[in-house]
């Protein structure tokens, strides 16, 4: 098991898994930790560069607060995480499945600073581990167009 980042969380990405299709979308291992808890689950593989793009979405209308909550969703099968807003400069993840109806299968309280960081430092690692592979798409020159962007608001802080 990885070490969970500020013993509460963290999102684990498995760079040696990327797979571009012939179609040219993006898949790998990615999936949350919550200390002994992953979801959906351990090495799951999913659309990695459509879920950066849509992660990073969520981490930024979270951190302006203008939503009660955001929608961590994956993109294959019926797992996402909603964070709940719960003051205090956290948020409530509520890991949900959906099966015959949606249900919470997990809980967890953490910091909004923390969700912020893990889920930009995933999207900066699916950038660098697909530019280091040759990998081309849309969605890959949107992630390094979004990354880069969020860099520039950095420098302006």
Sequence with gaps: MAETLEGQMDLIFDHTSLNQSAMGTITGTVFFEFWTYQFPTSGWNDFVVVLANWWLDAVVEMERGF??????????????????????????????????????????????????????????????ACLRRGFRSLDLDELGQRIAVEGEQDLQS
Excluded: K, N
Aim: overall charge negative.
């Design 67 to 128: 939503v009660p909550s955001v929608r961590f969703q994956m993109m294959d099968g019926p797992y996402w995480i909603v964070a709940v807003d719960t003051g205090e400069q956290s948020v409530r993840l509520e890991c949900m499945e959906d099966r015959r109806q949606p249900a919470v299968v997990h809980e967890e309280i953490v910091s909004v600073a923390i969700l912020g960081h893990v889920v930009r430092r995933f999207a900066r690692q699916v950038l660098s």
